[in-house]
């Protein structure tokens, strides 16, 4: 089975613009999940997505959001980026075909590196 | 709040050493506990995991886990490093029921010395 995967790679924006990015779960997973990673905060969790439906957030700003397609794959999107911004945007999937347990392990992409210039 | 603390930064093991990484958790009920690596530039990879019963789990890579709930630890061990074990290591933790995004510790970053 192919991994979780995630588009672009590596994006270079500057301060007061927009970007979506993208993410491919492993296939048959219907829960994706997007953290962001910076040298300061460590990981944390941004939102996650079931079915084409946002059941839980961080607490980020309304500039963060999220959607999930009806193939599971999902985006998010960061309105008026500000320099911090950058960082490493993870996505990960899980099966969570509504069991606990196992069913629950997330498994991560590769990241996207944003930086805000 | 529910808390995932890793008290070492930093580690150094000299190659062939065992290993230690420490991990303590606070949630109010037992949560999903995790182990994940992360080499440079890369994303996460899952080492093991624990959901209940059998307090010690086996992941890749040789690594194993003891759950201790007495001392809210999940702390990861391995009898003998590799070079190429040097990465930075992450527990993580779910309160369940689905929705639960994971918490993560600060990380250990894993030094080895020939």
């Known amino acids: 089975k192919a991994g979780v995967t995630q588009t672009p790679r590596y994006l270079i924006k500057t301060r007061g613009q927009q970007v979506t990015l993208s993410c491919s779960p492993i296939s048959g997973h219907r829960s994706v999940s997007w953290y962001q990673q910076t040298p300061g905060q460590g990981l944390q969790f941004l939102f996650e997505y079931f079915s084409e439906t946002q059941r839980n957030k961080g607490n980020f700003p309304g500039r963060f959001s999220g959607r999930q397609f009806s193939n599971s794959r999902s985006e998010m999107n960061v309105s008026t980026l500000e320099l911090g911004d950058s960082a490493l945007y993870l996505c990960?999937?899980?099966?969570?075909?509504?069991?606990?347990?196992?069913?629950?392990?997330?498994?991560f992409g590769p990241g996207t590196r944003l930086l805000v210039l | 709040a529910q808390s995932v603390t890793q008290p070492d930064i930093h580690i150094t093991v000299s190659e062939g050493a065992s290993l230690e990484l420490r991990c303590n958790y606070s949630?109010?009920?037992?949560?999903?506990l995790f182990w994940y690596v992360q080499s440079p530039g890369q994303g996460l990879q899952l080492l093991l995991k624990?959901?209940?019963?059998?307090?010690l789990v086996q992941g890749i890579k040789g690594f194993e886990a003891e759950f201790k709930r007495s001392q809210s630890s999940f702390n990861l061990r391995k009898p003998s490093v590799h070079w190429s074990d040097a990465a930075e290591y992450f527990c993580a933790a779910s309160a369940g029921g689905g929705a639960d995004g994971l918490t993560f510790g600060k990380g250990t970053h894993l030094i080895i010395q020939p």
């Open positions: 624990y959901f209940s019963g059998d307090t």
């Open positions: 990960a999937s899980s099966p969570l075909f509504g069991l606990a347990g196992s069913q629950e392990t997330q498994y």
């Open positions: 949630y109010g009920a037992t949560p999903y």
